[in-house]
């Protein structure tokens, strides 16, 4: 039955019960779970999602979240706290990204939901701005491969053609001239990853900058998942590409704030070299009975508490705490690599290239299917995210992993993962795990749409498909 989450221990609710419960046994109820699943995490054996992992850190959250969950971000005179924390949000990211270096330009930002969520913005402001100034009017959009699947949505949803240029599989560097073949007078700009979701690697973005600056077109960094760690790798002894506001020719960068930023979920930031281009996508409507309207972004009301608590958590963190979680992720993925490449028959993606990666790592084999290590490493509570074009598996480090023990705990279950890969290889048997955010597999035929489709409905349907608690 556990494919109906908890249906065996709690009364499942299909319709809004007549009566209420007592607050303490839905707390009770709630807090279960929730301990359950934190329990998951814990080991420090899970790639990403969970950036910080520290519970005190989590209740600090909780009770700066507490003040302003009721709080409506989007009413601002009854609120002004909401002013000051979104603009110290927006302006303590511009200075870790260094805006200060921005001269052809009025630096801003706006706070958004998620990944997501800023570059949908982005995309929206592109669109807008290109139609403003360049009379643009059947935009189109070029991504490396590797750039974020949220881009294909952001295009799919704003009526944007996607332009995809290939990346070396090996090296998993973008083709420059693919990209410059893919702009035209149509393009509203183009992106690259610091790093990409998939290997951690940097694209270079002082050449696809200076292209995008060159042709005219917008020039965005996808800097969700290594704004707020990328910005401390110096201080790690580490060498990367600049991606930030110092190159020029830089429009756009999203940075999560929810990720290394260690906040709650639902909090973003994109920032723009200049104001006119994040004020192409304001929205406000004079002529509405139900008064002046504006929003300056997508959505209209907000959580007060996201934004308090995403405050809350950068100032009491300061530098010094991003610096010190910082090279500490650094320090353990270096290690967990060091122990990867202690097997010749495994090979990190981009290794030694000049994007290297340094905190989110991706390794694959020629020796055999990579996801026979996944079927080992599963039930022993490893959970590694699954790519595809070469099927290749990885490892987002973060403050749970650099727990003492977990490291030797990966060289010891790796070493003999690796030893039953070789075995399934060679007994000429497939892995039954697959490649998908998400963790489903499959092909790209109509049957995996399909079963992708149902996994969604799933999602959301399930407890309504359930038949009544006795
Ligand atoms: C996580 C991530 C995103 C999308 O962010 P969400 O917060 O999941 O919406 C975009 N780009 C990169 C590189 C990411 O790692």
Same mark, same amino acid.
């Not at 790093?195 to 050449?207: F, Q, R, S």
């Not at 590409?241 to 020719?249: I, K, L, N, T, Y």
């Given at each position: ?36 699943e934190?329990?998951? *995490? ?14 005190e850190?989590?209740e ?8 302003? !969950? ?40 706006l ?7 800023? $570059?949908l ?36 949803l ?30 509203? !700009? $183009? ?14 973005? !002082?050449?696809?900058a ?22 401390? !790798? ?5 060498k $990367? ?32 070299r ?13 002529? *509405? ?17 996201? $934004?308090?608590?995403? *405050? ?8 010094e ?60 509570? *490893? ?23 977990v490291v ?23 892995a ?32 309504q ?6």
């Open positions: 039955m556990n494919d109906y989450p908890y249906a065996d221990r709690y009364a499942v609710n299909r319709t809004l019960p007549e009566h209420g419960r007592p607050r303490t046994d839905v707390l009770a109820e709630m807090r279960e779970m929730a301990t359950e934190d329990a998951f *995490w814990e080991t420090g054996k899970i790639s990403g999602t969970m950036y910080c992992g520290d519970h850190h989590y600090f959250l909780n009770e700066a979240f507490g003040m302003y !969950a009721h709080v409506n971000a989007l009413q601002r005179d009854m609120c002004p706290s909401q002013t000051k924390y979104e603009g110290e949000v927006i302006a303590m990211a511009l200075d870790l990204l260094h805006a200060d270096a921005v001269e052809d330009g009025a630096p801003a930002g706070v958004t939901t998620g990944g997501t969520g800023s $570059i913005h982005a995309l929206v402001a592109y669109r807008e701005h290109a139609r403003e100034t360049r009379g643009v009017t059947q935009p189109n959009f070029v991504k490396p491969e590797t750039g974020h699947a949220a881009f294909d949505k952001g295009c799919h704003f009526g944007i053609e996607m332009r995809v240029a290939p990346v070396d599989p090996r090296t998993t560097a973008v083709d420059l001239d693919a990209v410059a073949g893919l702009i035209d007078e149509n393009t509203i !700009a $183009i992106m690259g990853s610091a790093g990409n979701y998939a290997y951690g690697t940097i694209d270079p973005i !002082a050449e696809l200076a292209l995008a600056a060159e042709r005219g077109v917008g020039m965005h960094v996808d800097a969700c998942l290594g704004g707020f760690i990328l910005p401390f !790798a110096e201080d790690a002894g580490l $990367i590409p600049e991606f930030d506001f110092r190159v020029s020719g830089v429009t756009t960068i999203s940075a999560d704030t929810h990720k290394y930023g260690y906040a709650f979920k639902g909090s973003s930031t994109l920032l723009f200049d104001k006119a281009l994040r004020n192409a996508q304001y929205f406000h409507l004079l002529d *509405w009975s139900g008064g002046k309207y504006m929003s300056p972004g997508m959505e209209g009301s907000r959580s007060g508490g996201l $934004i308090a608590s995403t *405050w809350a958590a950068m100032v009491s963190l300061g530098r705490g991003y610096r010190e979680h910082a090279v500490e992720i650094f320090e353990t993925a270096a290690s967990m690599m060091d122990v990867v490449r202690s097997h010749p028959e495994l090979r990190i993606m981009g290794d030694g290239t000049a994007g290297a990666p340094t905190f989110c790592f991706s390794f694959t084999s020629d020796e055999f299917e990579i996801y026979h290590l996944v079927d080992f490493l599963g039930p022993k509570g *490893w959970r590694f995210n699954g790519q595809q074009y070469p099927n290749a598996i990885h490892m987002a480090v973060t403050r749970p992993q650099t727990r003492a023990g030797d705990a990966f060289a010891a279950d790796l070493a003999d993962a690796v030893a039953y890969a070789h075995e399934k290889h060679a007994a000429g048997e497939e039954f795990s697959g490649a998908i955010y998400g963790g489903v597999a499959g092909g790209l035929d109509q049957a995996t749409s399909d079963f992708i489709v149902m996994v969604m409905d799933d999602m959301l349907d399930k407890q498909a359930l038949p009544p608690a006795p």
